[in-house]
């Protein structure tokens, strides 16, 4: 198998992984709050990442990966990014009514692509904008149910748009920058996400919630489910690190959506939540969406690749011309420099 067949069949394997790691923590963490009565989100997500740096830990006392030295502001910066976006996101849930929670959730692709744009110089066709378009509406039209706005929610839900865009995009920013694996960065980003988390997260969830982490009666069938959560969610962190740092902040956004779909499919079937008619139209739309924008950066990257053959073989092409002209003139040069004939002979082979 060659090194782009590799990669692909990485990233393939990075997306399988993502989606069937999200897929499974909200269904587990949907039956912890809905069924089991434990609303207290925020904190725990912060010991999801706790959990999280202590199995990465371990894994690298065994010598399964090699740490690397980054900057400690960088760190600081991008843990602090990340655990408020994960706060605002779930107090804009808090503070909005779940279609408006959906709606900003929705906004983070556009919003991704400006950034990118505007400061990263990235360009997208129109091609993969529209499949973006089909792909938001059809995820809108399947899960919107309502949309209440007020002045609070609609300003904490801005500012999780835009700690979510930008701490995405120094995910895949800082991978390819500082040339670190997914798992260098989160190993060193997990600690200081959780702490942030760990802080915040019980005066949170008391604002969303009016009920105290502290002061909650925890069953045995409770601890169970939370310690599956907690394991899941060392894949899920692993996979989104992963996935962004493979492909882009805009493709994770994209398989966040297909994850989406895929929920309000598994909630019917296993939790048997409400479904209809618009719910299938939406989902099919917006797979429809994934399609086309799957293909499309699949064509743009094999013309890419193309190019970049073209250019590799006309380097090549060069390097092997002008050893053979040089060759040409050491030989004319033959009776007066021995060491120049020698010179010839080598670089023309």
Sequence with gaps: MGEIGKIQLGVIGALFLSVASSVSIVICNKALMSKLGFPFATTLTSWHLMVTFCTLHVAQRL??????????????????????????????????????????????????????????????????????????????????????????????????????????????????????????????????????????????????????????KYSSTVLAFIILSCLIAVSVNFSTFLVIGKTSPVTYQVLGHLKTCLVIGFGYTLLHDPFNGRNIIGILIAIFGMVLYSYFCLEENKKKQLLGDLSLASQDKDKDSSPLLVGRNMDNQEEENHEAKIFSKDSTN
Excluded: R, W
């Design 63 to 216: 010598n399964l990966f090699v740490t690397k030295s980054i900057d400690m502001k960088t760190i600081m910066l991008f843990g602090f990014l990340n655990g408020v976006s994960i706060g605002f996101l779930n107090l804009s849930l808090g503070f909005n009514s779940v279609g408006f929670y959906q709606m900003t959730k929705l906004a983070i692709i556009p919003f991704t692509l400006m950034l990118e744009t505007i400061f990263l110089k990235k360009q997208f066709s129109q091609k993969i904008k529209f499949s973006l378009f089909l792909l938001l509406v059809g995820v809108g039209v399947a899960s919107i149910t309502d949309l209440q706005l007020n002045f609070v929610g609609t300003i904490i839900s801005l500012l999780a748009i835009i700690t979510t865009c930008v701490s995405q995009i120094l995910t895949n920013t800082i991978q390819k920058k500082l040339n670190v694996s997914s798992t260098q960065l989160l190993y060193h980003s997990a600690p200081f996400q959780a702490a942030i988390l760990f802080v915040s997260g019980p005066i949170v969830d008391q604002l969303l919630t009016n009920q105290s982490v502290f002061a909650y």
